[in-house]
Every structure is written in structure tokens, then in C-alpha cells.
């Protein structure tokens, strides 16, 4: 089993930069795939991005690619989400969620996760 909290979230003026993490307890940390999602108002869950166990690849989804950066310390059982170039429309609530990755695919969908934190509020103002 895991814990996830996340941390960072806040108000931001476009174009500015945040660092989420996401600190994790429990056993066995860096046996699991990190992701993060987010959601906004009215919308639906969204795969931002992920990271596999040993920090050696990632995968983003295209709305952030270039702008959002996933890393990890499996030493820390703690992974980033480093924010640059935000925009008002990347304004959600973010999670990082955890599964423990079983193959080189990285999962980009909720179903796939079994843990998660209850999120960060990441508001981007015009």
C-alpha cells in the first residue's frame, strides 16, 4: 500500500513556473509507475504525464510536452512535476497517482492506477 500527498500548488500569473511533489509512503517505492492527472472545473480527469520506477523514461501528453518536466527520488519516495510556461487553461486540480509498473508500457489511464493523493489545487491567471 501507498500514501501520496502532493504539495506545491498556488496561484500563478501565466507564463510563470510551479514545482508540484508528490511525497509517498509506504514500502517499495520506486517498484511503481508515478503519473500525474489533473482535472478541472468541468472537465474531466487528464493524463499529464508519467514516469517509470527508475526515472529512465517518461511520457506526456501533448498539451504539456516541452513545458512539463516529471522527474523522481526514489531515494526521497518523491516525484516532481516541474510547471514552466503555464497557461490560464492548465488551471486544475492536480494528482499523482501511483501503480506498480509490471512492463516497459507506461499506463496514461486513471483505471490503471490504484493509489492516489487527494491533489493540488493549480490556478493560472491571465
Known amino acids: 500500500q501507498v500514501q501520496l500527498v502532493e504539495s506545491g500548488g498556488g496561484l500563478v500569473q501565466a507564463g510563470g513556473s510551479l514545482r508540484l511533489s508528490c511525497a509517498a509512503s509506504g514500502r517499495a517505492f520506486s517498484m511503481y509507475a508515478m503519473a500525474w492527472f489533473r482535472q478541472g472545473p468541468g472537465k474531466e480527469r487528464e493524463f499529464v504525464g508519467v514516469?517509470?520506477?527508475?526515472?529512465?523514461?517518461?511520457y506526456y501528453a501533448d498539451s504539456v510536452k516541452g513545458r512539463f518536466t516529471i522527474s523522481r527520488d526514489n531515494a526521497k519516495n518523491t516525484v516532481y512535476l516541474q510547471m514552466n510556461t503555464l497557461k490560464p487553461g492548465d488551471s486544475a486540480v492536480y494528482s499523482c497517482?501511483?501503480?506498480?509498473?509490471?512492463?516497459?508500457?507506461?499506463?496514461?489511464?486513471?483505471?490503471?492506477?490504484?493509489?492516489w493523493g487527494q491533489g493540488t489545487q493549480v490556478t493560472v491567471s491571465s
Open positions: 514516469i517509470g520506477w527508475n526515472g529512465a523514461s517518461a
Open positions: 497517482a501511483a501503480a506498480i509498473q509490471t512492463s516497459v508500457t507506461l499506463r496514461t489511464t486513471p483505471d490503471e492506477y490504484a493509489y
